[in-house]
């Protein structure tokens, strides 16, 4: 081959269009190749395998349930023994100081029926032993903020006495409490016990 065959021949060559590569349309082209890729890749879940991942989602979920029951069952003893130990604790800041004014008063009934030659003495012992308790009493009522009700003379109320008949008299005013036969209390606004009381009434004009 001469050479003006051989630059006709590279010429022609060089003329010629390179055939270009067309990529997909879009993006929904790419996506819906890659997507049936990946189905072909996926394997179908038998009905055997869902069956047991179910089961073992109920189980799952029924040691939870057990567990929060344990946890409640737990803390319900716990209340139980704290409100246990509060009325233990409760009960014993309320009896103790009792116990001294016990003491005295089976020492003083102790002394009074013991035989003696003086019956006066011993029974004047048995009166300054129960003025002791008695007083022992008081003080531990103020120290619990415990006032007593005593309303003798004072005008009849229905909140904090309670009416055990009426009495006719003129040493009491009418509707005033003429007799007291039980003391009330109370701490603070709380009432613990009513007082029981007589009333007096006044007195009928008596007929001629």
């Known amino acids: 081959m001469s050479k003006e065959e051989v630059k006709e021949e590279m010429a022609d060559t060089k003329s010629a269009p390179e055939e270009e590569v067309t990529p997909p349309s879009n993006e929904k082209d790419l996506n819906m190749s890659e997507g049936e890729e990946g189905k072909s890749d996926e394997v179908e879940e038998t009905p055997e395998e869902r069956i047991a991942e179910l089961e073992a989602s109920v189980e799952e979920e029924k040691n939870k349930a057990l567990r929060a029951q344990a946890e409640m069952m737990n803390f319900r003893k716990r209340l139980e023994k704290e409100k246990s130990g509060w009325h233990a604790s409760s009960v014993k800041s309320t009896i103790s100081p009792l116990l001294d004014p016990l003491d005295n008063l089976e020492r003083a009934l102790e002394a009074a029926q013991e035989k003696t030659d003086n019956p006066a003495e011993q029974l004047n012992g ?83």
Do not use: W
């Not at 032993?129 to 003080?139: A, I, N, P, Y």
């Not at 120290?143 to 003379?153: A, E, L, R």
């Not at 009432?191 to 029981?196: N, W």
């Open 126 to 208: 048995l009166i300054d032993g129960v003025k002791m308790v008695s007083q022992q009493f008081q003080e531990i009522l103020s120290q619990k903020k415990i006032t007593c009700i005593d309303p003798k003379g004072e005008l009849f109320d229905p909140n904090e006495h309670e009416a055990y008949g009426q009495v006719e008299t003129d040493e009491v005013e009418d509707g005033h409490v003429a007799m007291v036969f039980r003391k009330g209390y109370k701490i603070g606004d709380q009432l613990i016990r009513t007082a029981t009381v007589q009333v007096a009434k006044k007195p009928q004009p008596k007929e001629e």
